[in-house]
């Protein structure tokens, strides 16, 4: 990891009357970067940037990027409600767009890699059509989940091969591998806000990283053997933030909230596990806090000074947290072993989005003017 001044940046200007970018993600190989400008998704090469393909399709603005586990398959939703399917390695679209009457995707989640290679299958939540699982190949609900009554606000497919959908009434959904609701979580009074997984590393990247394979079968393997190392012997745990100003701390599989916290007073909090699921890292307003994952205790407190922050990322190596203000033109790096702001990058314009590559050594900001790619020296 360097130091402040020693990123080297590649600053991307983006043609055509549309620069802004409100949206972006590393695919789980690191190699790669999908963005959303516009009505357009364009796939770059990470080392060196280099623009692969433009994607047309979306009827309008872009507002999300979905890469499937296996790298296979890229998901983008629009402002208008569709779902459009692509393959990334010749930036064709698969199939027809799938539409519907909501012009709001409340979230999608992939079915991850160790359950499934290649991957095929994800859950999508709507406004008004409730929640379903569809086949990648075919855009059509394989199984509609019974038993939603209010609007979902975040999903998750988990790695013990559960899905779980925070709601609007602020309870949690969890469906189990046949798609039966199998119970509802009750420990907000407000709004569920998000959902993180102390997985979420393991499942989002699926096998890279975790050694090499030639057929789906070992592709599946590696993946398993990712998401065993990642989860350990303890159980998969599940974070959540609420509108009411609390985090909730569960073990889904046994349905039991370990801590519920009031860490911010506010009702908007971001919320972000750890690789290793020991910290879950949050921030609302002027202040991030990192909890101890097991019993919900504050192990560290920064004030960036940067106004409401908007954005946190941890590094995959779990020794840096990153963070943006919602005004912000930097992003700011803290060393969380040295409890202390390591780094302060200078992007340009406000910054929309952030992401953080899987190999550790790239940051990824989009803003107004475009793309930034920073790269440790």
């Known amino acids: 990891m360097a130091s402040g001044d020693r990123w080297r940046a590649s600053n991307i200007s983006l043609d055509g009357p549309v620069k802004r970018v409100p949206t972006l993600s590393f695919s789980p190989c ?33 507002d999300d990027l979905f890469w499937s586990p296996d790298g296979t398959v890229l998901l983008s939703t629009s402002n208008c409600g ?43 939540a709507r406004a008004n059509a409730g929640t379903s699982v569809f ?17 979902v606000t975040c999903l998750r497919w988990s790695g013990e091969n559960f899905i779980v959908a925070g709601c609007d009434d602020g309870w949690i959904m969890v469906w189990d591998s046949t798609f039966e609701l199998t119970r509802t979580l009750q420990g907000h009074s407000q709004k569920v806000n998000s959902i993180e997984l102390t997985t979420d590393f393991a ?9 090499e394979w030639a057929t789906p079968e070992e592709m599946r393997a590696v993946a398993q053997r990712t998401f065993n190392m990642r989860k350990g012997d303890r159980e998969e745990m599940m974070v959540s933030s609420s509108a009411d100003g609390t985090i909730g701390l569960w073990i889904v599989r046994r349905n ?11 009702p908007r909090a971001q919320i972000a596990f750890s690789p290793n699921g020991d910290l879950v890292a949050s921030c609302c307003k002027d202040s991030i806090k990192v909890l101890n994952a097991a019993n919900g205790s504050c192990v560290a407190v920064w004030k960036p000074n940067s106004g409401k922050i908007s954005h946190i990322r941890w590094s995959p190596d779990g020794r840096f ?50 793309f930034t790619l920073f790269t440790a020296r």
């Open 30 to 62: 690191a190699t790669k970067l999908a963005i959303g400008n516009g009505t357009t998704v364009q796939i770059w090469d990470v080392n060196p940037p280099k623009m692969l393909f433009t994607c047309n399709g979306h009827r309008g603005d872009v």
């Open 82 to 124: 569709e779902i459009l399917c692509w393959d990334p390695r010749i930036g064709a679209q698969l199939g027809r767009p799938l539409e519907g009457r909501s012009k709001w995707v409340g979230n999608l989640a992939w079915r991850p890699c160790h359950l499934e290679a290649p991957c095929r299958r994800f859950a999508c």
């Open 135 to 151: 086949d990648v190949m075919s855009l059509t609900p394989a199984k509609h989940l019974a038993g939603q009554n209010h609007m």
């Open 203 to 211: 499942l989002r990247f699926g096998p890279y990283g975790g050694g």
């Open 256 to 266: 039991a909230l370990i801590n519920r916290i009031r860490a911010h007073d506010t």
């Open 321 to 370: 947290l990153l963070s943006v203000g919602d005004a912000d033109s930097f992003v700011k790096i803290w060393d969380y072993n040295k409890q202390q702001l390591m780094a302060k990058v200078a992007c340009g314009t406000k910054i929309r989005v952030v992401d953080w590559s899987p190999g550790g050594l790239v940051i990824a900001v989009g803003n107004n003017d475009g």
